[in-house]
């Protein structure tokens, strides 16, 4: 019979996303139109982005497929983001993140201080590729955003 308790958890269960975001994250403004948006996105080779006020505090979030569904290119984000946004601490662990964005179908989470200000984006492949290095498969150093600079 196997014993699930606190004393029983791995270190990794207990790992912070902190090491796994990304930072600086990449971040857009409300009243950046779904044009610049999309190129913005495109470039960072991202499918979504948290949107900030002037001091980085979270207030929406917008993917490529809100942008798809945009009636024109110079539509400001603020009529195509989605407002409800769900987000986490950098000190929330990696289980913890990785089972809330299951269970909310979510690819990318962004992490917050405090304060609601944006500090790093993680993504799901963060998250599948920490894994993939804590058993071996993958060296500690690659990722696909170095590559792709």
């Known amino acids: 019979m196997q014993r699930h308790s606190a ?3 791995s270190w990794s269960e207990q790992r912070t996303i902190s090491s796994l975001m990304m930072r600086p994250p990449v971040c857009v403004r409300i009243h950046d139109t779904v044009a610049s948006v999309l190129t ?21 979030f917008v993917s490529l497929s809100d942008l798809a569904g945009a009636a024109y290119d110079e539509a400001p984000i603020d009529d195509v983001m989605t407002r409800l946004v769900i987000s986490l601490r950098a000190s929330s662990t990696v289980t913890m993140a990785a089972a809330l964005m299951a269970y ?3 690819r990318q989470l962004p992490i917050v201080d405090v304060e609601n200000r944006v500090v790093g984006l993680l993504s799901a492949l963060d998250v599948l590729r920490w894994l993939a290095q804590e058993d071996g498969y993958c060296m500690p150093s690659y990722t696909q955003r170095q590559v792709l600079r």
């Open 40 to 60: 913005l996105l495109l470039d960072a080779h991202l499918h979504a982005a948290p949107v900030v006020d002037a001091r980085q505090h979270l207030i929406g």
């Open 7 to 9: 004393m029983s958890r």
């Open 104 to 106: 909310e179908g979510l």
